[in-house]
């Protein structure tokens, strides 16, 4: 893409994070919030530059020989200010949690998103039994059990059922993140449409290895510049 300029610190960034996705292993713990992760960071930021410039490239090349590509669900949404707001804050906050908060293997992370997990099957189930009183009474549970374990359990190093197996945790959590966009196209088939998921799932490459190394901060403000361009491209294209 232009504008991604490379350098030989870029490049043993890339290098570290190709090693990583080859032979993912868990840390012990992030290294936490601190400026000298920003460059790595901005570093590979300009990978998923690169990335996404590529597969942009090649879907424009396809649509160019006159392959018709799905319907997509922004295709049909207005970019009004609570929608911006939502996909560069909301969405970030939400999917990391949801498929990233637990990635670091601590127990506490673990058992409060299992938690979490359950209350949310809770209210639905409530819902369709028509008991939503029920559904909000597991939701409020779920949340107080998932506060008191990330509590409880602060400080515990990893499971390491979960650092043994911690590869499986890492590209499942990236392909489930990838698999849940495939609800942006409103045509055809799953199977069919998984592929067009890709930037997705080295998206989630990227913030996985975020997330365990510097922390869900870093996933999260990294999924929110993410976003942000990709907003900013569909503001341009609309004006």
Same mark, same amino acid.
């Given at each position: 893409m232009a504008g991604v300029v490379t350098s030989p610190q870029s490049t043993g960034t890339w290098k570290r994070f190709g090693a990583f996705v080859r032979r993912p292993e868990l840390p012990q713990r992030p290294?936490?919030?601190?400026?000298?992760a920003l460059p790595v960071l901005g570093k590979l930021f300009a990978l998923d530059l690169l990335l996404m410039g590529v597969l942009i490239g090649?879907?424009?090349?396809?649509?160019?020989?006159?392959?018709?590509?799905?319907?997509?669900?922004?295709?049909?949404?207005?970019?009004?200010?609570?929608?911006?707001?939502?996909i560069l804050v909301a969405?970030?906050?939400?999917?990391?949690l949801i498929f990233r908060g637990w990635l670091s293997g601590?127990?506490?992370?673990?058992?409060?998103?299992?938690a979490l997990l359950a209350a949310a099957v809770g209210v639905t189930a409530g819902r369709m039994l028509g008991l939503?009183?029920?559904?909000?009474?597991?939701? %409020?549970?779920? %949340?107080? %059990?998932?506060i008191y374990l990330l509590w409880r359990k602060r400080?515990?190093?990893?499971?390491p059922f979960f650092a043994r197996h911690f590869r499986w945790f890492y590209f499942g959590s990236a392909l489930a993140?990838?698999?849940?966009h495939l609800t942006n196209f409103t045509e055809g088939n799953a199977l069919i449409l998984l592929p067009l998921t890709l930037p997705q799932f080295l998206l989630g490459l990227i913030l996985g290895y975020a997330r365990v190394h510097f922390g869900l901060w870093a996933s999260v403000l990294f999924h929110a510049a993410?976003?942000?361009?990709?907003?900013?491209?569909?503001?341009?294209?609309a004006g």
């Open positions: 290294t936490g919030v601190h400026l000298a090649i879907a424009a090349g396809a649509t160019a020989l006159g392959l018709e590509m799905p319907e997509h669900l922004l295709d049909q949404l207005e970019l009004t200010t609570p929608l911006i707001l939502f969405a970030p906050l939400g999917e990391e601590r127990p506490g992370h673990v058992g409060a998103f299992v939503p009183l029920v559904g909000l009474a597991l939701l %409020v549970a779920g %949340v107080l %059990v998932a400080g515990r190093p990893p499971m993140f990838a698999s849940i993410h976003n942000s361009l990709f907003v900013g491209l569909l503001l341009a294209g």
